[in-house]
């Protein structure tokens, strides 16, 4: 779930930014924030039982991080005439990576300490390919069917980690390719759209009616959220939607909200009719338009509400907070201090956000934005100590007995 902060759209080489564009290039978009602190709460609510088409959540981060990681790129692109892989690659590694280190080590000492031994067992078995970010293709390789709840993994959601890593490698390589000379934004604006159909018709073609955990999981089959999203970030669809009068954009991003929030509501899970035929293809798409017109009317009435302390704050948290809210939702009792339901769900939410909290405190923004040892050398040096101590956890925890323990999961919803 992409996790970049929130920068402005690039003002298109062919024509004058907006005011609005140029303003937001120059800061922080508060509403982008907003729409990702909406879409781990609809996650975060899904996982505990009560929305369930809260996952299409992930759905809007893989287009919220298409459309800021092209954006980034492309400014680069214009702005130097080429792009830093390396610098690139280094900085996703520094904003993704030590927080999910340390996620990783703390859920495996915690299911050690008081997770059931299947739990355990299964942890452990996962926690190399949460390592080399091949988290989802793990999952589908073993057939550990997303939605059966009977194989619940404490790093089950981790795999849109993988996947958004994995577009990381790639897409930057391609925007290299393509930005480069007269009309480069077209191009990268018509290998995103080209991609997005591809991956669409994968999703049709490969889309299994029992169990479609290959379509939902496969990176292939994923990318045309990701791809929508870098579409909205291009040079065609600013101008395009910069024609769009104010007044108007600032009504169809209402409008378009409001869908993405009713579709979470009224969506049934992978049963759904024609959501593996085009519905997922579909929700990605709306996000995408609503993406891109917001970044131009931040400031219109739609963008000030989701860009509000509350949804921006959550936001801000959400990588952490997707982070952490998994384990906690299955290491914390069936009942808590004598309740369950919402009122279990409120406790664990609790917990995550100050998990959350205390990572972004304490890992995240240290490593980011003050740390001058995570960079360079010192920075590689780092990362591998890092690696190493948490390989050193992983191999001093007990392997538990095949048959040992059993997960009780009547209680958990699949992740």
Do not use: H, K, Q
């Given at each position: 779930m992409p996790f970049s902060r929130s920068p402005s759209r690039a003002p298109s080489p062919s024509r004058p930014a907006p005011a609005a564009g140029r303003a937001a290039a120059r800061g922080h978009l508060a509403p982008l924030d907003g729409l990702r602190g909406c879409a781990v709460a609809a996650v975060l609510l899904f996982h505990a039982g009560h929305v369930e088409g809260g996952f299409l959540g992930v759905d809007l981060f893989f287009v919220l991080s298409g459309f800021l990681i092209t954006g980034l790129l492309l400014r680069e692109a214009a702005g130097r005439g080429r792009i830093d892989l390396a610098a690139f690659w280094a900085r996703r590694a520094r904003r993704l990576l030590p927080a999910l280190a340390v996620m990783?080590?703390?859920?495996?000492?915690?299911?050690?300490?008081?997770?059931?031994?299947?739990?355990?067992?299964?942890a452990l078995d996962d926690a190399p390919w949460v390592a080399v970010q091949g988290t989802n293709w793990h999952f589908i390789a073993e057939q550990?069917?997303?939605?059966?709840?009977s194989d619940t993994r404490l790093f089950a959601h981790l795999w849109s980690i993988a996947v958004e890593w994995q577009f990381y490698l790639v897409w930057p390589l391609v925007v290299l390719a393509a930005a480069?000379?007269?009309?480069?934004e077209w191009r990268v604006a018509s290998l995103a759209?080209?991609?997005?159909?591809?991956?669409?018709?994968?999703?049709v073609g490969l889309a299994d009616p029992v169990d479609t955990?290959?379509?939902?999981?496969?990176?292939?089959?994923?990318?045309?959220?990701?791809?929508?999203?870098?579409?909205?970030?291009?040079?065609?669809?600013?101008?395009?939607?910069a024609r769009v009068p104010r007044p108007a954009a600032d009504v169809v991003v209402a409008l378009l909200g409001c869908g993405l929030v009713a579709s979470w509501v009224l969506t049934g899970g992978q049963s759904t009719p024609g959501l593996f035929r085009g519905g997922m293809f579909a929700h990605s798409l709306a996000a995408a338009v609503l993406i891109a017109l917001l970044a131009g009317v931040p400031d219109g009435r739609t963008g000030r509400l989701v860009g509000s302390a509350v949804p921006r704050r959550l936001g801000e948290l959400s990588y952490s907070l997707y982070l952490w809210h998994w384990p906690v939702y299955l290491l914390l009792p069936e009942v808590v201090f004598g309740i369950g339901g919402w009122g279990r769900t409120a406790v664990a939410i609790g917990l995550s956000l100050g998990a959350a909290v205390a990572a972004k405190r304490w890992v995240?923004?240290?490593?980011?934005f003050r740390a001058r040892w995570a960079t360079g050398r010192r920075g590689l040096l780092t990362l591998a100590a890092a690696a190493a101590v948490a390989a050193g956890v992983w191999a001093a925890i007990p392997q538990p007995h095949p048959g040992a323990g059993t997960v009780d999961v009547d209680r958990l919803m699949a992740p």
């Open positions: 990783g080590v703390g859920t495996l000492l915690l299911a050690w300490a008081f997770g059931p031994p299947a739990l355990l067992r299964l550990a069917g997303y939605w059966d709840a480069r000379g007269r009309g480069g759209a080209a991609g997005a159909l591809l991956s669409l018709a994968l999703m955990t290959r379509v939902y999981e496969g990176t292939d089959t994923r990318a045309f959220s990701l791809l929508l999203g870098a579409l909205a970030a291009t040079a065609p669809i600013r101008d395009l939607c995240e923004d240290p490593v980011r």
